[in-house]
C-alpha cells in the first residue's frame, strides 16, 4: 500500500451502504466491477466486501452498515482515504489546522486509519497502511488519471474555496496548479499532489449541499454507464457533458442515494 512517495495520495475508496447485494448489482453493472457477494464479518456487525477490478486489482471495498450504524443514522456515503507516515501526528496536524476528529485512530489488520472532517465539513479518511506481508515497497492503484474501473478524479466542494486551498497546502502538502472558470460561479481549481493533478475544488452554492467530496469514477463507455445507472435504479443528475480532451462526465446517486461521478469516454467516437 503507500510507502512514504504515496503520503498526501488518495490510496483507498469506500463506499458505505445499507444493502451490500443492491451496491453490487448496481455497481457491477454501471463500472464493470465485481464485488464480492460475501463479505468479511466485522465485530461490529457489519460486513466488509471487496471490489475486484477486470485486470485483478482492488478498486477500493463496500461497507456494509452495522446495526448500530443505521440506529444512529448512518447514511450511504462515498468516502476517501488519504495515506499519511503517521495518523496519529496527521491528526494532530488536521485539529491544530481546524478540522475536526469524527472517528478517534484506531488500528486495523490492514493499518491504523482515523475519520476527519475539514473545518466545513467535508469527511475522509486518514490511513497510515500495512503493506502486504514480502511486499514492502507495495503502491495503491487505486486511483488512476485515465484508467476505467479506478476513482479517476477527485473532487471537492468548500463553502470557502480560498481557506480551504490553504488548509489542504497545510494539511496533505497538496498543491494548486491552473483553473477552469465557471462563470458566476468562480474558478475550477485544480488540485497536485507531486506531479499528478489528483482533482479539483470548487466553491460550493450558498443553496446547495455544503462542504463535500465527490468520487468520479472511470468507466469504459459514458453511454452504457449511464443506461445502467437508470437501469438499475440510480438517478443520473443532468446529463454527459463533455470535458477537454473529448470524454464525458456526469453526476449521480445510486439507488440509496449515495453520489458519484461516471468519466469516459463515449465508445466508438474519435479520440
Given at each position: 500500500m503507500a510507502t512514504e512517495n504515496q503520503a498526501g495520495a488518495f490510496i483507498w475508496y469506500e463506499l458505505i451502504c445499507a444493502d451490500p447485494a443492491r451496491a453490487k448489482a448496481f455497481y457491477d453493472a454501471v463500472v464493470g466491477w465485481n464485488i464480492a457477494p460475501e463479505g468479511a464479518a466485522m465485530a461490529s456487525g457489519a460486513t466488509y466486501h471487496m471490489i475486484a477490478r477486470a485486470d485483478g486489482g482492488n478498486a477500493g471495498a463496500v461497507l456494509g452498515m452495522s446495526p448500530e450504524m443505521r440506529e444512529h443514522g448512518a447514511k450511504p456515503v462515498w468516502m476517501g482515504y488519504v495515506?499519511?507516515?503517521?495518523?496519529?501526528a496527521a491528526l494532530a496536524r488536521f485539529v491544530a489546522a481546524g478540522g475536526a476528529v469524527h472517528l478517534p485512530a484506531f488500528d486495523l489488520p490492514v493499518g491504523r486509519i482515523a475519520m476527519v472532517a475539514d473545518p466545513?465539513?467535508?469527511l475522509l479518511y486518514l490511513m497510515t497502511p500495512i503493506p502486504p506481508e514480502g511486499k514492502p515497497e507495495a503502491r495503491s492503484d487505486v486511483w488512476s488519471p485515465d484508467a476505467p474501473q479506478h476513482v479517476r478524479w477527485n473532487e471537492l466542494w468548500s463553502t470557502d474555496q480560498a481557506a480551504a486551498r490553504a488548509f489542504?497546502?497545510?494539511?496533505?502538502?497538496?498543491?494548486?496548479?491552473?483553473?477552469?472558470?465557471?462563470?458566476?460561479?468562480g474558478d475550477y481549481l485544480f488540485l497536485q499532489h507531486g506531479d499528478d493533478t489528483i482533482g479539483a475544488l470548487g466553491q460550493?452554492?450558498?443553496?446547495?449541499?455544503g462542504s463535500r467530496w465527490e468520487y468520479f469514477l472511470g468507466v469504459a463507455d459514458i453511454e452504457s454507464a449511464c443506461a445502467a445507472v437508470e437501469a438499475g435504479?440510480?438517478?443520473?443528475?443532468?446529463?454527459?457533458?463533455?470535458?477537454?480532451?473529448?470524454?464525458?462526465?456526469?453526476?449521480?446517486r445510486d439507488p440509496e442515494g449515495a453520489s458519484f461521478g461516471l468519466v469516459g469516454p463515449r465508445a466508438g467516437e474519435p479520440a
Open positions: 495515506g499519511v507516515p503517521d495518523v496519529d466545513w465539513g467535508a489542504y497546502t497545510e494539511t496533505f502538502g497538496w498543491g494548486q496548479n491552473g483553473a477552469m472558470p465557471m462563470g458566476p460561479a460550493a452554492r450558498p443553496e446547495g449541499e435504479g440510480g438517478t443520473l443528475l443532468g446529463t454527459p457533458q463533455m470535458l477537454p480532451g473529448g470524454e464525458y462526465c456526469v453526476y449521480s
